[in-house]
């Protein structure tokens, strides 16, 4: 669909077949999936991008049709939910942050606003490194782990759920030097793992040979991840900064983080009250 020739409209598939990721192309190798995406776009819009409407019309329609819910039945042609608060959020922005709503490790990364992420996924509407870095610091994630969901066993991970994990998460209150160390530390941690997810050669060309791509996920690594000192040393460096933007030690235990969180949720709700 995407080869094709432009539609009558003038405009491309391109426009509405888009790449589509769920937790497991964020944990494992990304599968280079894609999906008909018309966003709010009306029948009379939808229908101008030929292949793509008809492909919807044959596959989709049928069960559509008879849905129990009015608005889903005579919008076929529109995803089910068609998240408009968050189409609204991310106007303007080319990139925001994705995790994966269920995970061993608590990872975030970089996703293109050309790309939909579907409900396996939490997304933020944020492109700036400052957030990155805050969401992959060790205080969010010790909050994280105490206010989501744990599965039944460690290894299947937890669940982060955007209003206890996210919503009541108290961000520190930088000065504009700790911001940037911040965000400089999350830049550098973001290139020096897509480095080793995606290693390329001193032509910059990507090396296939020799490497074993299918075992470079972000789950393996996170696993192995004392065995990798760079990968620890960068983390490190982020915690540190985070917790200088919040006027600690570099080196306070979990417990101390998880009260100072609390007790810093408890004094901000007061005050909004």
């Given at each position: 669909?995407?080869?094709?020739?432009?539609?009558?409209?003038?405009?491309?598939?391109?426009?509405?077949?888009?790449?589509?990721?769920?937790?497991?192309?964020?944990?494992?190798?990304?599968r280079g999936m894609y999906t008909i995406n018309f966003g709010l776009m009306s029948?009379?819009?939808?229908?101008?991008?030929?292949?793509?409407?008809?492909?919807?019309?044959?596959?989709?329609?049928?069960?559509?049709?008879?849905?129990?819910?009015?608005?889903?039945?005579?919008?076929?042609?529109?995803?089910?939910?068609?998240?408009?608060?968050?189409?609204?959020?991310?106007?303007?922005?080319?990139?925001?942050?994705?995790?994966?709503?269920?995970?061993?490790?608590?990872?975030?990364?970089?996703?293109?606003?050309?790309?939909?992420?579907?409900?396996?996924?939490?997304?933020?509407?944020?492109?700036?490194?400052?957030?990155?870095?805050?969401?992959?610091?060790?205080?969010?994630?010790?909050?994280?782990?105490?206010?989501?969901?744990?599965?039944?066993?460690?290894?299947?991970?937890?669940?982060?759920?955007?209003?206890?994990?996210?919503?009541?998460?108290?961000?520190?209150?930088?000065?504009?030097?700790?911001?940037?160390?911040?965000?400089?530390?999350?830049?550098?941690?973001?290139?020096?793992?897509?480095?080793?997810?995606?290693?390329?050669?001193?032509?910059?060309?990507?090396?296939?040979?020799?490497?074993?791509?299918?075992?470079?996920?972000?789950?393996?690594?996170?696993n192995d991840y004392d065995g990798h000192t760079w990968l620890v040393n960068v983390?490190?460096?982020?915690?540190?900064?985070?917790?200088?933007?919040?006027?600690?030690?570099?080196?306070?235990?979990?417990?101390?983080?998880?009260?100072?969180?609390?007790?810093?949720?408890?004094?901000?709700?007061?005050?909004e009250g």
């Open positions: 669909m995407v080869a094709q020739p432009l539609n009558v409209n003038g405009r491309p598939n391109s426009d509405v077949v888009l790449p589509v990721m769920n937790g497991k192309d964020i944990t494992d190798r990304n029948f009379d819009e939808a229908c101008q991008y030929d292949l793509p409407f008809e492909h919807v019309k044959r596959v989709v329609k049928p069960t559509r049709v008879n849905n129990r819910m009015r608005w889903r039945a005579e919008n076929w042609w529109l995803y089910g939910s068609p998240a408009s608060a968050m189409r609204a959020a991310m106007k303007g922005l080319k990139r925001y942050i994705a995790t994966p709503r269920v995970s061993k490790h608590r990872v975030f990364v970089w996703v293109d606003v050309g790309v939909v992420c579907n409900d396996a996924t939490d997304v933020f509407a944020s492109d700036d490194d400052y957030t990155f870095g805050i969401l992959h610091s060790r205080m969010h994630e010790v909050w994280a782990r105490a206010m989501g969901t744990q599965l039944r066993e460690v290894e299947s991970g937890f669940r982060y759920t955007p209003t206890t994990c996210f919503e009541t998460f108290p961000f520190p209150r930088p000065t504009d030097e700790q911001r940037e160390a911040i965000a400089e530390a999350a830049r550098e941690l973001n290139r020096l793992r897509e480095g080793w997810l995606n290693p390329v050669d001193a032509e910059g060309n990507p090396v296939t040979f020799g490497v074993d791509l299918r075992r470079r996920t972000l789950t393996n690594l996170y983390h490190n460096r982020l915690n540190a900064a985070v917790a200088a933007a919040y006027g600690w030690d570099a080196d306070i235990g979990d417990e101390q983080v998880l009260e100072r969180l609390l007790a810093l949720n408890l004094e901000r709700a007061e005050g």
